[in-house]
Structure formats: C-alpha cells, structure tokens
C-alpha cells in the first residue's frame, strides 16, 4: 500500500492583479523528506512557500498537510514552524528568550519550555550562550538561534526561506551541513526554498525546478543533472552548465533539434580526430580542475575540463570529441527527446 504524502499540493495557482505568481503547482512531498524548491528570481519558490505557509492564499487549487485540508487555514493552525532569511529574532531578547518565546505564548510550562530549550541549544551547539543578544552573535550564530526556535516548536513541518543567503560562503557551507543533520535526526519533513543549486543539490532529497510560476522538472538531484526534462534544466543545473548545440553541427542528427553535453563528457583530442574544431575563448583556474571556454559556430556555453593548472592560450584550435551516449537530445521547444 502507497504511504500518502505528508504534504499535498494539487494544482494550486496564485495571481495578483491579473499578474501570474505560480500556477498549476502539483506536488507530493513524503514525511520525514528533504524538498528544495529551486529556481532564478522571481520563478514562485517563495510563494509557493508562502502558500503552503498560509501566509497567502491560493486563488485555485488544494493544500493538505498530514492528510489534512488546510487550503484556507490561517498560518497558526498549520501545524509548522518557519526559518526566515532575516532570522527574524527580537534584538532587546537574549538567546533563550528569542528560542522560547513561542512557548511561553503558547504558555508551555516553564519545565517543559526548560528542557526542550536545553535540547534545543545542544542539537544546535548554542549551549553556553543562552543569555547574550542577538547583536553579540556571529552570523552563523544567529541563524543557529532561528534553528533552535524551530526545533523547541516541535512541529513535523518546517519550512525554510533562503535561511543562508546572508552568510559568507564558508558559513553557509557549514550551516548547510548543520540543517542537513538536524533534518535526519529530528526526522522532520523540510521544504527549502533556495536559488542556489548547490545548496540544492546538496541537502535534498527531492529538488523542485520551478521558472516563470511552473515546476520544470521534480526529481532527485541526479534526476536533474543526468536527465534535464528541457532545455531551461539543462543550462540552470550543473557548474558549468550542459552545453547546447544546434543538430545542424553534428552529422545525423537534422536540422531542428539541440544537442546537449556536460564539460566532464568532452575529450581534447589531436587534430584531425575530433568532432568539432574550436577557439578557446578563455582559461579559468578553479584549484583541482581547469575550465576552458570554447567557442564554435552553432554552440552555446561550450567548455572542457582538464585537471590541475592546464592553461590553454585565447585564440588557440583544438579539437574536441565525445560519445553518442552522453549527448541530450532536445525538440525545438527544448523538451527533452532521447539521451
């Protein structure tokens, strides 16, 4: 027997003025799952958050949380707790205020608020700071805080909006991992909204591609990355992009399709044995791997990677060559074909 999602999203669409946020947004997320909503700005992660939040309402469509329907339900009583890019804590309030606040206006006992506060601050390395203020706090910390508010709610369901965009890089890859492992040992259900595939790719189970207020592709991160169901997929996961190349330039392909192929798939060859010939168009060091940039008539973001420091001159010809079974073939609306 299929376990029913926890989480139940059934054509739901949201306008503004005539203006479209989301529409047809159709999704089932599993108890105790990792679900990032990725996508560029402006594509409807966020309010398909705030729709599931209750913190808006869908003009059509259903939601349902733990089998229930809470479509037009108020945001208090949709069972979940919520971790804000802004962190959203009271500046005049110490650590263990801001984490226990809810509690107390929920008048939880002071015993009970007491030792979920303790668990809290330990699950989230906080304990020994419990009475300094937000403003004495790093900004790993005070994301820490809005982390264990979540924890001492208690809820099944916690929803998180770009809670890392305002960390520097080396802090949100180490918040990225500490969310990652609260979610696996709590056994909570997280959906996670994010423009940054890393952060996707890293820390869900399922991602969600959404552009334009429409899910693109849903599936695991490999899903996405091995198997684009378009051409918008393609070039948005993976650093560097797949590279896309109209039909015309390989033999037996035609004339009305895109071709697409990932850097790591690319071989330099000598000259004279390759597929195509092509121009480097720059050199980019990143530490393990080189990126070389190419340029050829009919392709777009086409590059190779060697390893370690492997500069090529701008202006250079080489000869590049792959396998049949590595291309992604596309229609000419960009849905995927074959590959």
Known sequence: MTTPPFVKLDGV??????????????????????TALLGPSGCGKSTTLRLLAGLELPDEGKIEIDGKDVTTSAASDRNLSMVFQSYALFPHLSVAENVIFGLKVRRVPKKERLEKLHRALEITGLLGLESRKPGELSGGQRQRVALARAIVAGQRLCLMDEPLSNLDAKLRNAVRKDIKKLQRDLGITVVYVTHDQTEAMSMADTVVLMKDGHIQQVGSPEDLYSRPNNTFVAEFVGAPPMALLQSSVLDGFGTDKTIGIRAENIQIVPKGEGRMRCTVNESEFLGAETLIGLDHAGAAGLCVLKPGLSMMAEGNEIDISFHDENLHVFDAAGQRLAG
Request: hydrophobic fraction near 35%.
């Open 13 to 34: 669409a949201k306008r503004w003025n005539g203006q479209l946020g989301v529409e047809g947004i159709t999704l089932d997320i599993p108890e105790g799952s990792f």
